[in-house]
Nanobody
Framework: QVQLVESGGGLVQPGGSLRLSCAAS????????GGWYRQAPGKQRELVAR???????NYADSVKGRFTISRDNAKNTVYLQMNSLKVEDTAVYYC???????????????WGQGTQVTVSS
């Protein structure tokens, strides 16, 4: 089992910055993908950014150039640096970990509890 704990959400003005953290604990595989998703009221959950265990990243078009995902493998932590925040970035942000199970040769999927990010003047 894997547990994910997010932190760093809050209220920020448009143009401001926040950094989200997601600390993982438990049976973490050396092959894993970390990611951030978000869900705004009345909308489906959407991918924000992902990073592989090798450091490859991909981003939603709406956040490219503004958000940066990174990871510290020694701390089992994934970060999301969010700059130039817009009102439309307001959502609950969820951490996600896809963990490769070498015993069963499957990906196991884990979610954090979510952290609220509100961008408002």
């Amino acid at each position: 089992q894997v547990q994910l704990v997010e932190s760093g959400g809050g209220l920020v003005q448009p143009g401001g910055s926040l950094r989200l953290s997601c600390a993982a604990s438990g049976s973490i595989s050396r092959i894993n993908d970390g990611g951030w998703y978000r869900q705004a009221p009345g909308k489906q959950r959407e991918l924000v950014a992902r990073i592989t265990s090798g450091g490859s990243t991909n981003y939603a078009d709406s956040v490219k150039g503004r958000f940066t995902i990174s990871r510290d493998n020694a701390k089992n932590t994934v970060y999301l640096q969010m700059n130039s925040l817009k009102v439309e970035d307001t959502a609950v942000y969820y951490c996600n970990l896809k963990n490769w199970d070498f015993s069963d040769n499957v990906w196991n999927n884990y979610w954090g509890q979510g952290t609220q990010v509100t961008v408002s003047s």
